[in-house]
């Protein structure tokens, strides 16, 4: 069973930088493809990045795309969110995700593909 931890979360004014991660206990980390997602409230959980097991493969959605990068280290079993020009809108709350992968290169933004999550971590920011 893997477990998921987030981290970095807090409050910050608009234009300002957030780095989240995520720390993953258990083996299969290295073999699983990650995501973050959001859901702000009353929203739908939406995909925000995801990255495959390998690292060569990375997905961004369109309102993230130039501001945010995702990346992983699998000797560290931990995948990062570096959220930079942040905009009110993207205040959420923010949650890793991973899915065991036989492809070095798969990635998904569909939640329902994903096996475990954790328990997410607040972003507020302000204008």
């Known amino acids: 069973q893997v477990q998921l931890v987030e981290s970095g979360g807090g409050v910050v004014q608009t234009g300002g930088s957030l780095r989240l991660s995520c720390a993953a206990s258990?083996?299969?980390?290295?073999?699983?493809?990650m995501g973050w997602f959001r859901q702000a409230p009353g929203n739908e959980r939406e995909s925000v990045a995801a990255?495959?097991?390998?690292?060569?493969?990375?997905y961004y959605a369109d309102s993230v795309k130039g501001r945010f990068t995702i990346s992983r280290d699998n000797a560290k079993n931990t995948v990062y969110l570096q959220m930079n020009s942040l905009k009110t809108e993207d205040t959420a709350v923010y949650f890793c995700?991973?899915?065991?992968?036989?492809?070095?290169?798969?990635?998904?933004?569909?939640?329902?593909?994903?096996?475990?999550w954790g328990q997410g971590t607040q972003v507020t920011v302000s204008s």
């Open positions: 990255i495959s097991w390998s690292g060569d493969t990375k």
């Open positions: 258990g083996r299969t980390f290295s073999s699983s493809a």
């Open positions: 995700a991973g899915t065991r992968s036989v492809s070095s290169r798969f990635v998904s933004s569909r939640p329902a593909l994903y096996d475990y």
